[in-house]
């Protein structure tokens, strides 16, 4: 696909066209929901004579507005860039883009050009997003002035934007105020939190319950929308991600909105809701330390509308939809009990037969409202699909899934840079002189590994290399190396034969009463969300220093299988994420006795990357001269970032110390 920058318009212009295979659809089972709409087919949106996209990361979020005020909704898309360190980022940041409908109300044609949506002091719309989840816009009057308010989750720290509606347009983004601190980055695991505190005098460890309000896991992935659960007239938010499906009461009230601790979403069973089944792999995982997200899945989007029409609030819930078995869409039926809201265990909205995909590619978000004003609520869907050679959709790639053809996901593109070349001698080389140039640049010293040292990694780095690229040049599939996602977004269209009102997060009016298990509490059947670390450092705890001879000090990372982190290569930095560095200081007394010699690394996507056990960096010592025997301390500071598939933790800095003893 390519673009072209109208600069002087801010404005850009799509050009391409959409294929046959993302416009064919597979058969879908009927669903049996009382006083929910009937759904039609999907179909493309396009835009002109290419389809509506986003491009960067390739996420969608869709959403209708009226943006420039002539009585037409028109259509907000919001997209995903990596940004944190550099916010704001205007146009490469996490924004939304808008497709002015030029047709009517009923029946919408969106134009080619698309704009940045922009607040009224007249910048670009953006979130800082350095990781998983883009831009996705909902509208609620939160503050009860008669303006509609835009709100947007944040992958981490938890924040929730808050664009206030005006006469004018959205002003600029606000915090969401919240009980907790949404960058809280505790483990909830004792032992890392005190070698935290041990590292940094300064850090507070964190000392209350597993997956609670200070830790990493609550806040992750927080996407966000509203409604009134407890029937006092304003809205609760609503949120998915991390933490599980949850719901956090408004207790500022109408006109000033504030939200209190944010609390598990239940079924009529006491169960926290599930978006879709654990894995064998997840329980395998689990097995090991791993924690299970309660929902079944980190990256749940939850919507909250009522679907059915029966006057009690419903979700609907998409996740990250990559393995065989997950919903494009789960459907939660909302149901009154005495103990408060509760949720009918979810359903498969859009079964496709066969077990196929109802929807290309993965990562869904959904919104509902009267797409075509014929008085029935409608289902629009924004999915990344994966492209090859410069934009053209894949339909081996897209319709698959991506559990099942191992790509990568959207953020993790190989096609963001050219293919990678098998390593050489002379690669690998030039890779650790621009290494210690940076190193040099920041007051730091480096030593270039010998040809010698380079040829002892290179033949496992170029294992590495047929391993994971060059077999899909043996299987004819190069193409998929340059594989980018881009957003698309769909449209089901409902109809049930009688004019309904579109309800749209609407406050629930009436209760509608259901009993409960009482058999099963709400606290015992829930999924504890232990803490853990996915990655270990190791050092031998004492090694024996010779006058005269040298010894290796190494350290060694272990991952858990799934997780990974990022090689020193500069690949990495420009995606927004943390690479790994080893830094040994020496006492007096003990010097270098050569460089520093890193581990192989592996490819991910776009990503050069370290995985598995013992990866290893060994630093030579050796004695200075009139060195006394005895106990000395070599400090190695590790950084790293450490993500799989699904999610991306903080970057963490740990110094480890290794004893020496000379003799």
Request: glycine share 12%.
């Amino acid at each position: 696909m390519k673009k072209l920058h109208i600069f002087g318009l801010g404005l850009v212009l799509s050009i391409g066209a959409a294929h046959a295979d993302e416009m064919s659809f597979p058969k879908l089972m009927p669903v049996a929901i009382p006083g929910a709409p009937s759904l039609s087919e999907p179909f493309l949106v396009m835009a002109g004579d290419g389809p509506v996209l986003t491009e960067k990361h390739g996420l969608a979020a869709p959403a209708l507005w009226d943006w420039d005020g002539d009585g037409r909704r028109d259509l907000l898309v919001g997209e995903f860039e990596t940004n944190s360190e550099d916010f704001p980022m205007g146009a490469d940041g996490s924004t939304i883009r808008v497709y002015l409908n030029v047709g009517t109300d009923s029946a919408p044609v969106f134009t080619e050009e698309f704009e940045w949506a922009r607040d009224t002091e007249g910048g670009i719309m953006e979130v800082p997003q350095w990781c998983c989840i883009g831009f996705t816009p909902m509208f609620y009057d939160l503050d009860d002035d008669g303006y509609k308010d835009m709100i947007t989750g944040q992958y981490h720290p938890g924040e929730v934007t808050w664009f206030r509606g005006s006469a004018e347009g959205f002003l600029p983004g606000e915090k969401l105020p919240q009980e907790g601190d949404p960058a809280s980055a505790a483990t909830g695991d004792p032992e890392m939190e005190a070698m935290r505190a041990q590292w940094n005098p300064e850090y507070v460890p964190y000392e209350g319950e597993p997956g609670g309000i200070g830790t990493f896991d609550y806040w992750v992935y927080s996407t966000a929308t509203f409604g009134d659960l407890d029937d006092d007239g304003d809205y609760d938010l609503i949120v998915g991600g991390g933490g599980g499906l949850r719901v956090s009461e408004n207790i500022g009230g109408p006109r000033n909105p504030s939200f209190a601790k944010r609390e598990l979403l239940l079924d009529v069973n006491g169960q926290a809701l599930m978006s879709r089944p654990y894995t064998e792999m997840q329980e395998q995982f689990a097995g090991m330390g791993e924690p299970l997200p309660p929902a079944g899945d980190i990256k749940t989007n939850p919507f909250a509308v009522d679907w059915d029409r029966d006057g009690v609030l419903d979700l609907l819930v998409t996740d990250s939809y990559y393995v065989a078995g997950s919903r494009a869409v789960s459907f939660f039926r909302g149901v009154k009990t005495p103990d408060g809201h509760r949720f009918e265990p979810g359903i498969d909205l859009l079964p496709a037969e066969g077990g196929a995909k109802a929807i290309p590619g993965s990562g869904q978000r959904v919104y509902v409202d009267d797409w075509n004003a014929d008085g029935v609520i409608d289902l629009i869907i924004g999915a990344s699909v994966a492209t090859v050679n410069d934009g053209e959709f894949s339909d081996e790639l897209s319709w698959e899934w991506e559990g099942v053809n191992k790509v990568a996901s959207a953020g993790k593109d190989p096609g963001l840079y050219p293919p990678r070349p098998r390593p050489t001698l002379e690669s690998q080389r030039a890779m650790y002189q621009e290494i210690a140039a940076d190193r040099a640049a920041e007051g730091d010293t480096f030593q270039v590994p010998t040809d010698e040292e380079l040829m002892e990694q290179l033949e496992m780095q170029q294992e590495w290399w047929d391993k994971d690229i060059g077999k899909l040049y043996d299987e004819g599939k190069e193409h998929w190396l340059t594989m980018r996602h881009q957003g698309r977004v769909y449209v089901m269209l409902g109809s049930d034969g009688a004019e309904q009102e579109a309800m749209i997060a609407s406050k629930a009016p009436e209760s509608r009463e259901t009993v409960s298990d009482s058999d099963a509490g709400p606290a015992d059947s829930v999924t504890d969300n232990v803490a853990f670390s996915p990655v270990s450092i190791r050092v031998e705890p004492l090694t024996v220093l010779e006058t005269g001879r040298s010894v290796d000090i190494e350290v060694q990372l272990d991952m858990m299988d799934g997780w990974y982190v990022y090689a020193p290569t500069g690949r990495n930095v420009g995606q927004g994420m943390k690479e790994t560095s080893v830094i040994f200081s020496l006492p007096d007394g003990i010097e270098g006795a050569g460089a520093v010699r890193m581990p192989p690394y592996g490819f991910k996507g776009s990503y050069d990357i370290y995985s598995g056990m013992g990866v290893t960096w060994a630093k030579p010592i050796e004695t200075s001269a009139g060195t006394l025997p005895g106990l000395y301390e070599v400090n190695a500071e590790v950084t790293y970032q450490t993500c799989k598939d699904d999610i991306c933790l903080l970057p963490q800095t740990e110094t480890v110390v290794a004893r020496v003893l000379v003799q």
